[in-house]
């Protein structure tokens, strides 16, 4: 289950197997940005605030170790 908070506002959804959390998030009536969909560009960076992703075989490449420790993730690439 993933629950979104946006500008005040709160979503939740499930998130299908095989889909990456980019995917899943383009679901809901929000503007998610995104560009490379390959985990180069950083568009779109978001912060996660709990629970774990996973990138599999994919580098987070657009993400500097700062962003890392700020709990900031690339749902482009991002399983749940």
Same mark, same amino acid.
């Given at each position: 289950?993933? @629950?979104?908070? +946006?500008? !005040?506002? +709160? ?9 990456? @959390?980019?995917?899943? /998030? $383009?679901? @809901?009536?929000?503007?998610? +940005?995104?560009?490379?969909?390959? !985990?180069?560009?950083?568009? *779109?960076? *978001? $912060?996660? /605030? ?12 657009? /993400?500097? $170790? $700062? +962003?890392?420790?700020? !709990? ?9």
């Amino acid at each position: 289950k993933i @629950l979104v908070s +946006h500008n !005040g506002q +709160h979503y939740s959804l499930s998130n299908n197997s095989g889909n990456t @959390l980019l995917e899943t /998030l $383009q679901q @809901l009536p929000l503007p998610i +940005h995104q560009a490379c969909r390959n !985990g180069a560009c950083g568009v *779109c960076r *978001c $912060q996660l /605030l709990e629970g774990k992703i996973d990138y599999g075989y994919r580098k987070p490449t657009a /993400l500097r $170790q $700062q +962003h890392i420790d700020e !709990g900031f993730i690339l749902p482009c690439i991002a399983e749940q």
